[in-house]
């Protein structure tokens, strides 16, 4: 793969905003000069997930993970830097130089997850080209789609595709092109028999799978054969790069407009979503056949907090979806069911409908969930007490595992309502099954629910001091937040006399450590260090906008935490060295020359503790002890003069 320029990859940085990219994955909401939304790394209720668009960078509470742009897609769609780099650069529409056609041996050098995205972008194209620009897929795939009232527009959008039917050809293919034959089974598309291969999805109509940043996780495949004994979908087996519960069909080309309208329309297969889109109704996703997942249902909220599931009319499963409705109360978002007439789905009905039409009926058919599960359960039993009494205390148990009072609250009132009864008998329910979830959650926890507590000191990030490090941190955070800054210090010329003269923050602290032979020992501490003085032998004061570029994202978290302060400075630790983080700006060569002195009074320390130790040694001869007595003297005096100008008292 071809190295991108450091002059392309500053205009990509340069042109880039982190607020519009993130904004793709997580709602972001104004507040005050930054935006807010839930994390997309971990499970919360609360938004933590702060981006700074002042700044360009991003952090997450929860997490404590942060960073720049690239950060944010390294760690979210995992990947790599010259990766993410390239897809913001397609974003903002900057030209990188072309990839070099990569060989077989450089794609076995590439790791695993990233040789399967590989494999199936190119199947992705394989497929694509089959349909568009072969007499089979035309004849066969191509007039499918037409035939279901796909307009070309819409099948070249959702990148679909055809396997030939020949067996292997898109085996004989992916192998010429030097992909490894173990890749491409664990991925699925290529099956083993007999020491012969063969392709997986051959005959079949086939739809991409897509992450939330659009790449190719996986496939759907649809026969076109009648034969009922031929599985109608075959889907992607699941691998490192797929995990179907995680999934959502459309929802990269959907999540604008779900941001857009704050709601979701979740049904239930591919075309119902491509039918749906083409429509004019573009904020649809799709389970893709599976059982509605609470990482699904996530997914979701990242977007909005409201769901509208749309079912066939002649759906034999809406009593088994009763499940997934519950899973999204227990997630505190708000769901809503519309059921199509009968022998309809969204696919059928949004093909024989305008969008005015298509809209006119969702919005006249909506109903709560209580609503549609009463109904959909009393046609079986209306007039049976004994049934209607556990369809009641069915959906209050639905709303007791809302985790808002308030909602359960309107719930309760609006069954009692519908049913005709006593507030209060369906309220000493709710409390008795709410008492029974929570002693569940209490006493027998699931083993995928059990989690290590996590201390306020394990949540900080890498910017935080350890301990024995926290002279150093101290330093480099000043580097950080104020290197290129000018200060008017105290120096000397190279007579020995005094002046007072300009030097830069960066300059002096590595002037102090460079002529008293002093290191930055913490290795992340080290490498910011290091690449500090890497700008200074080249006549350069590195910012901290300028670090956040580098391909260490370890540097790059490190500084982001700087930037955006997430730890909080002990008020006595500060006191010992008379900073003040408010005003350590007007106060900064206060501040650096407290944060020099510590260190070097740290330095001497453990100097005097190695001395000491020696001393204890007891076959040292008469004038190794002198002269270790003599260097400890030495030390003892510098430590009581650091002492002095760092306000302490020893005590002897």
Same mark, same amino acid.
């Given at each position: 793969?071809?190295?991108?320029?450091?002059?392309?990859?500053?205009?990509?940085?340069?042109?880039?905003?982190?607020?519009?990219?993130?904004?793709?994955?997580?709602?972001?909401?104004?507040?005050?000069?930054?935006?807010?939304?839930?994390?997309?790394?971990?499970? %919360? /209720?609360?938004?933590?997930?702060?981006?700074?668009? @002042?700044?360009?960078? &991003?952090?997450?509470?929860?997490? $404590? #993970? +942060?960073?720049?742009?690239?950060?944010?897609?390294?760690?979210?769609?995992?990947?790599?830097?010259?990766?993410?780099?390239?897809?913001?650069?397609?974003?903002?529409?900057?030209?990188?130089?072309?990839?070099?056609?990569?060989?077989?041996?450089?794609?076995?050098?590439?790791?695993?997850?990233?040789?399967?995205?590989?494999?199936?972008?190119?199947?992705?194209?394989?497929?694509?080209?089959?349909?568009?620009?072969?007499?089979?897929?035309?004849?066969?795939?191509?007039?499918?789609?037409?035939?279901?009232?796909?307009?070309?527009?819409?099948? %070249? /959008?959702?990148?679909?595709?055809?396997?030939?039917? @020949?067996?292997?050809? &898109?085996?004989?293919?992916?192998? $010429? #092109? +030097?992909?490894?034959?173990?890749?491409?089974?664990?991925?699925?598309?290529?099956?083993?028999?007999?020491?012969?291969?063969?392709?997986?999805?051959?005959?079949?109509?086939?739809?991409?799978?897509?992450?939330?940043?659009?790449?190719?996780?996986?496939?759907?495949?649809?026969?076109?054969?009648?034969?009922?004994?031929?599985?109608?979908?075959?889907?992607?087996?699941?691998?490192?790069?797929?995990?179907?519960?995680?999934?959502?069909?459309?929802?990269?080309?959907?999540?604008?407009?779900?941001?857009?309208?704050?709601?979701?329309?979740?049904? %239930?297969?591919?075309?119902?979503?491509?039918?749906?889109?083409?429509?004019?109704?573009?904020?649809?996703?799709?389970?893709?056949?599976?059982?509605?997942?609470?990482?699904?249902?996530?997914?979701?909220?990242?977007?909005?907090?409201?769901?509208?599931?749309?079912?066939?009319?002649?759906?034999?499963?809406?009593?088994?979806?009763?499940?997934?409705?519950?899973?999204?109360?227990?997630?505190?978002?708000?769901?809503?069911?519309?059921?199509?007439?009968?022998?309809?789905?969204?696919?059928?009905?949004?093909?024989?409908?305008?969008?005015?039409?298509?809209?006119?009926?969702?919005?006249?058919?909506?109903?709560?969930?209580?609503?549609?599960?009463?109904?959909?359960?009393?046609?079986?039993?209306?007039?049976?007490?004994?049934?209607?009494?556990?369809?009641?205390?069915?959906?209050?148990?639905?709303?007791?595992?809302?985790?808002?009072?308030?909602?359960?609250?309107?719930?309760?009132?609006?069954?009692?309502?519908?049913?005709?009864?006593?507030?209060?008998?369906?309220?000493?329910?709710?409390?008795?099954?709410?008492?029974?979830?929570?002693?569940?959650?209490?006493?027998?926890?699931?083993?995928?629910?059990?989690?290590?507590?996590?201390?306020?000191?394990?949540?900080?990030?890498?910017?935080?001091?350890?301990?024995?490090?926290?002279?150093?941190?101290?330093?480099?955070?000043?580097?950080?937040?104020?290197?290129?800054?000018?200060?008017?210090?105290?120096?000397?010329?190279?007579?020995?006399?005094?002046?007072?003269?300009?030097?830069?923050?960066?300059?002096?602290?590595?002037?102090?450590?460079?002529?008293?032979?002093?290191?930055?020992?913490?290795?992340?501490?080290?490498?910011?260090?290091?690449?500090?003085?890497?700008?200074?032998?080249?006549?350069?004061?590195?910012?901290?906008?300028?670090?956040?570029?580098?391909?260490?994202?370890?540097?790059?978290?490190?500084?982001?935490?700087?930037?955006?302060?997430?730890?909080?400075?002990?008020?006595?630790?500060?006191?010992?060295?008379?900073?003040?983080?408010?005003?350590?700006?007007?106060?900064?060569?206060?501040?650096?020359?407290?944060?020099?002195?510590?260190?070097?009074?740290?330095?001497?320390?453990?100097?005097?503790?190695?001395?000491?130790?020696?001393?204890?040694?007891?076959?040292?001869?008469?004038?190794?002890?002198?002269?270790?007595?003599?260097?400890?003297?030495?030390?003892?005096?510098?430590?009581?003069?650091?002492?002095?100008?760092?306000?302490?008292?020893?005590?002897?």
């Amino acid at each position: 793969m071809a190295k991108i320029p450091p002059h392309i990859i500053d205009e990509i940085m340069n042109t880039s905003r982190i607020e519009e990219v993130i904004g793709e994955f997580v709602n972001l909401k104004r507040a005050g000069s930054n935006l807010k939304g839930l994390s997309p790394f971990t499970d %919360e /209720k609360t938004p933590s997930f702060v981006v700074s668009p @002042s700044k360009q960078i &991003f952090k997450c509470f929860s997490t $404590g #993970k +942060g960073g720049s742009v690239v950060s944010f897609l390294m760690e979210k769609e995992h990947f790599s830097y010259p990766e993410a780099l390239r897809w913001l650069a397609d974003k903002y529409g900057i030209q990188v130089p072309e990839e070099e056609q990569a060989t077989a041996e450089e794609l076995a050098a590439i790791s695993e997850r990233e040789s399967l995205h590989i494999i199936n972008d190119f199947a992705r194209d394989h497929f694509k080209n089959n349909l568009l620009n072969s007499p089979e897929g035309e004849a066969v795939g191509l007039a499918y789609f037409e035939e279901r009232g796909f307009r070309r527009d819409i099948i %070249e /959008k959702f990148q679909l595709g055809y396997c030939l039917n @020949s067996g292997d050809d &898109f085996t004989k293919a992916a192998i $010429g #092109k +030097g992909y490894k034959l173990d890749y491409l089974e664990k991925v699925g598309l290529v099956k083993s028999k007999d020491e012969r291969q063969f392709d997986f999805f051959r005959g079949r109509v086939m739809f991409p799978i897509h992450s939330v940043s659009g790449r190719v996780l996986g496939f759907g495949g649809r026969t076109l054969l009648s034969d009922k004994k031929i599985a109608k979908y075959f889907n992607s087996p699941e691998s490192i790069i797929y995990n179907k519960s995680e999934i959502l069909y459309g929802l990269y080309f959907s999540k604008g407009d779900i941001i857009k309208y704050d709601n979701c329309f979740l049904c %239930e297969g591919y075309t119902d979503v491509i039918s749906m889109f083409q429509a004019g109704i573009q904020n649809v996703v799709s389970s893709s056949g599976t059982s509605l997942t609470k990482d699904q249902i996530k997914l979701i909220r990242r977007y909005t907090h409201n769901i509208t599931i749309l079912f066939d009319g002649d759906a034999a499963g809406i009593k088994a979806s009763f499940r997934g409705i519950d899973l999204i109360l227990e997630e505190g978002m708000n769901v809503k069911v519309v059921l199509f007439p009968e022998g309809e789905d969204p696919d059928s009905f949004s093909k024989k409908s305008s969008k005015d039409e298509l809209d006119e009926y969702i919005k006249g058919h909506t109903q709560d969930f209580i609503s549609f599960k009463a109904d959909i359960l009393l046609k079986d039993g209306n007039d049976d007490p004994i049934k209607k009494a556990e369809l009641i205390r069915d959906i209050v148990h639905s709303v007791s595992l809302i985790p808002d009072q308030i909602t359960r609250t309107v719930y309760i009132q609006q069954i009692a309502a519908r049913f005709g009864m006593n507030e209060n008998i369906l309220s000493t329910e709710l409390i008795k099954l709410r008492k029974g979830q929570l002693i569940k959650t209490n006493q027998e926890p699931a083993i995928e629910e059990i989690q290590v507590p996590v201390t306020a000191e394990q949540a900080t990030s890498s910017s935080t001091p350890p301990k024995n490090h926290h002279h150093e941190w101290l330093l480099i955070r000043l580097m950080v937040k104020y290197g290129a800054r000018i200060v008017e210090i105290e120096q000397f010329d190279e007579e020995g006399k005094k002046f007072h003269g300009e030097t830069s923050v960066m300059e002096w602290i590595h002037h102090e450590l460079s002529k008293d032979e002093l290191y930055i020992q913490h290795p992340i501490y080290a490498k910011v260090y290091s690449k500090f003085v890497e700008g200074l032998n080249e006549n350069a004061l590195y910012t901290s906008a300028y670090l956040q570029r580098t391909d260490d994202q370890e540097i790059v978290q490190f500084i982001s935490d700087i930037e955006t302060e997430t730890h909080e400075l002990s008020s006595k630790w500060l006191s010992n060295y008379r900073i003040e983080t408010r005003t350590e700006s007007d106060r900064l060569v206060e501040a650096v020359s407290h944060a020099l002195y510590a260190f070097k009074a740290a330095t001497i320390e453990e100097r005097i503790d190695e001395l000491r130790t020696k001393l204890a040694q007891e076959d040292l001869s008469d004038d190794a002890l002198m002269e270790i007595l003599a260097e400890q003297m030495v030390y003892e005096k510098l430590k009581i003069m650091f002492a002095e100008k760092l306000g302490r008292t020893i005590l002897r």
